[in-house]
């Protein structure tokens, strides 16, 4: 069975410096990966995917992700991170073909001004 | 615009009681889904339906009993609640449940609360 592990449970960074929020998954093939966010009291928001292609994708707010097969491993990554960015980000995955996405038990992102 | 949407958005309720939870999304979409979000923030799907049937059943207490009236709704009805039933629940949809690259966009969430 798939799965996914987010190693951080809580990270906190000061405004302006850089962020990568650490993802390994479990799985025979290469999984769709995902990263959401969510904001407090909110429901979740899609960062940003990597199907097939290049294994550096782009999302939205600044972020980026990088696909390493040979680690299992597509962390996120900010280079400078803003207050807005305060929330919990989690990792998911999805073996394909049934779309049923396996979650990650998230990272809280602490910012400090 | 909502894209999908929830109510209520708080639902506190005595144990033993029945109660539902709405879902409706106006992207056009076929699938969608229930997922519960315990009190770690861990999220775990329920259930997925497409195009109104059933496809995805995860192991849920028979008291959880999903009904999809057409593709743009998806509503959660539970028989006698209990404490461990305490969570937030999101709904989300995405165009196809035939392709793991669908995007699945989420609701707000409805927190519940059993005393």
């Known amino acids: 069975a798939q799965s996914v592990t987010q190693p951080d449970i809580h990270i906190t960074v000061s405004e302006g410096a850089s962020l990568e929020l650490r993802c390994n998954y479990s799985?025979?093939?290469?999984?769709?990966l995902f990263w959401y966010v969510q904001s407090p009291g909110q429901g979740l928001q899609l960062l940003l995917k990597?199907?097939?292609?290049?294994?550096l994708v782009q999302g939205i707010k600044g972020f980026e992700a990088e696909f390493k097969r040979s680690q299992s491993s597509f962390n996120l990554r900010k280079p400078s991170v803003h207050w807005s960015d305060a929330a919990e980000y989690f990792c998911?995955?999805?073996?394909?073909?049934?779309?049923?996405?396996?979650f990650g038990t998230g990272t809280q992102l602490k910012v400090e001004l | 615009d909502t894209a999908v949407s929830q109510t209520p958005k708080y639902l506190v309720t005595q144990m033993g009681n029945d109660k539902s939870i709405k879902c409706e999304q106006n992207l056009g979409h076929d699938t969608m889904y229930w997922y519960k979000q315990d009190s770690k923030k861990f999220l775990k799907i329920m259930f997925s339906?497409?195009?109104?049937?059933?496809?995805i059943n995860e192991t849920v207490p028979n008291r959880f009993s999903p009904k999809s009236p057409d593709k743009a709704h998806l509503n959660l009805h539970i028989n006698s609640l209990e404490l461990g039933d305490s969570a937030v629940y999101f709904c989300?949809?995405?165009?196809?449940?035939?392709?793991?690259?669908?995007?699945?966009?989420f609701g707000p969430g409805t927190r519940l609360t059993v005393l």
């Open positions: 339906y497409n195009n109104k049937e059933l496809i």
């Open positions: 990597y199907f097939s292609g290049d294994t």
């Open positions: 998911a995955v999805d073996q394909g073909g049934g779309n049923k996405l396996t």
């Open positions: 799985y025979g093939a290469t999984p769709y």
């Open positions: 989300a949809s995405s165009p196809s449940s035939f392709s793991g690259n669908n995007e699945q966009f």
